[in-house]
């Protein structure tokens, strides 16, 4: 209830909630409800009225420790510039001795905003009073320098972690794989995809997407291919960023007949895409006159019981009446209705004009119904 009502800005109803939950189950108000509250404080509402609602929480939580300034800090981290982030840092430092998960939080921030120097700064400073790093921290840092390029400097902090008994994690690796991926060296990505192995670390999907990924973004297919051969081999699934990645990469250099194949095998496997996915399938088959298979994926689509994106009519239903095709756009239109989709209006507009033409009026006359009742002006 905290959540949805700090969602739709009812601050003063929050506040009655915070008072009802006080009295009677006070153990309730958790450092989450402050942490949902005052993120959304932070983003909507100024820097002053912020510091305020901290305070008054004050009440609910007791005195405020390092614990609950955290939370203030995250707030400020994820929704404000990091100016406003450094003021809550010296009010803390000032009362509180900083901990680990202060310096990961502020780590965090500088790196989202790619302050690669801010990075390093506040984390010599921060363990210079005696904050401990852990794997988290040198996960941030080892992103901001891939983020940047700078992997050989990554690749030192990854020494540095194992010297200091940081357990390197797969998202170390991930994040490693990616970062060679930006310094275009797929060779290196792969030995450290392999390396992992190393410290009896498990593949998974996620790290085999990161590879794959690498060598998408500089036309290996056949690797990328084989790579997702492997992944069967070992267990281990596609999921929708593995097909995504590959569909990216195929739509790219334009092969429309190995994209059909790989989506082919992705429906053998009954494998339901997310909408970005979806979207992406039915450009390429309409934009390379594939407009059967436009249709097969829709009818799939409807079949497991989804409900395709309005974009995606638009996209099959201007194929279709492009094709002479405009019966079965309309099908797809009134299954879309069916699922309680509303239409764009770029459907009726392409839909309009060829029904006119071909001067069927009953069709004509049920889709102004439609439009009608959508308020869409034709």
Known sequence: MVHILSRMRKFDEVWELFDEIHVKYPSMISLKSMSIVLTRYCRHLSFEETLEAFSRMERYVGEHTVDTYNVLLYAFCTQKPMMEARAIFRKIHRRFMPNTQTLNILLMGFKESRNLIAVELFYHDLVRRGCVPNTVTYNIRIDSFCKKGCVDDALRLLSEME????????????????????????????????????????????????????????????????????????????????????????????????????????????????????????????????????????????????????????????????????????????????????????????????????????????????????????
């Open 163 to 378: 010297e200091k008994n940081c357990c390197p994690t797969i998202e170390t690796y991930t994040t490693l794989i990616h970062g060679f991926c930006i310094a275009r060296d797929p060779v290196r990505a792969r030995q450290i995809f392999y390396e992992m192995e190393n410290h009896n670390l498990k593949h998974d999907s996620v790290v085999y997407n990161a590879l794959i990924s690498c060598y998408v973004r500089f036309g290996d297919l056949k690797s990328a291919v084989d790579l997702m051969d492997e992944m069967v081999g070992r267990g281990l699934q596609h999921d929708d960023v593995t097909y995504n990645t590959l569909f990216r990469g195929l739509r790219t250099l334009d092969s429309i007949d190995v994209l059909s194949k790989l989506y082919q095998k992705m429906i053998e496997k009954e494998f339901l895409p997310k909408m970005q996915t979806v979207i992406l399938l039915m450009k390429s088959f309409c934009q390379n006159d594939r407009c059967d298979l436009g249709i097969e994926l829709w009818d799939y689509l409807i079949r497991k019981g989804c409900c395709p994106h309005a974009h995606v009519l638009d996209l099959l239903v201007t194929s279709l009446c492009a094709r002479g095709k405009t019966d079965r756009a309309l099908e797809c239109l009134y299954e879309s209705l069916a699922r309680g989709r509303h239409p764009n209006k770029q459907t009726f507009q392409v839909l309009l004009p060829h029904l006119q033409e071909a001067g069927d009026e009953d069709k004509l006359m049920v889709l102004r119904v439609i439009m009608k009742k959508f308020e869409i002006s034709a």
